[in-house]
């Protein structure tokens, strides 16, 4: 160690950050700033920072995505987080992370029972019906014939996107 690097004025090497160490943080605070960009108006007011912060995080969004105008201002950005709470930044980051995740989970789900309604028998449509009790059955029953025959006759799946729409539909009204 040199003396350059050690500060007689820290009482214990626990203090003693290294050079490597502090490069990995600012390089955190990098990598959450980049992120901030891409949340949509809604979400960015949601997230607490400063007025200059919020005010970067604009003008990058106005720039072209891959320019060297956005490289650099991501990199202002990273300068800005060092006098941001990046933890509570972080936590409302992975909050909107985890609501995207549910939100695709669900429209897996749904994929899934329109494939096994599609493909399958009357006990699949019970199956779907006990989950969804409220579901319209005729309604439903139409939607599924027509689907079943359009992939019979290898037509174009419009029959399987209403059916799908329905689904969506449905759970949305659940949530």
Avoid at 112 to 133: H, T
């Amino acid at each position: 160690m040199s003396d350059k690097d050690f500060n007689p004025e820290h009482e214990s090497d626990e203090d003693w950050v290294s050079k490597s160490q502090k490069k990995r943080e600012m390089d955190e605070r990098q990598a959450l700033g980049a992120k901030l960009p891409a949340l949509n108006p809604e979400q960015l007011a949601k997230v607490p920072m400063s007025p200059t912060l919020m005010s970067a995080v604009k003008e990058a969004q106005r720039l072209q995505p891959r320019s060297e105008a956005t490289r650099r201002q991501l990199q202002y950005i990273g300068r800005l987080m060092r006098d941001e709470d990046m933890e509570v930044i972080q936590n409302a980051i992975e909050r909107f992370e985890a609501g995207k995740q549910a939100h695709a989970q669900i429209f897996h789900k749904l994929e899934r029972w329109r494939d096994r309604l599609i493909q399958g028998n009357n006990s699949d449509l019970q199956a779907y019906l006990e989950e969804d009790p409220d579901a319209d059955i005729q309604h439903l029953r139409q939607l599924l014939r027509n689907a079943q025959k359009e992939a019979k006759l290898d037509k174009p799946p419009a029959a399987s996107r209403k059916l799908f729409k329905y689904l969506r539909e449905r759970a949305e009204a659940r949530l």
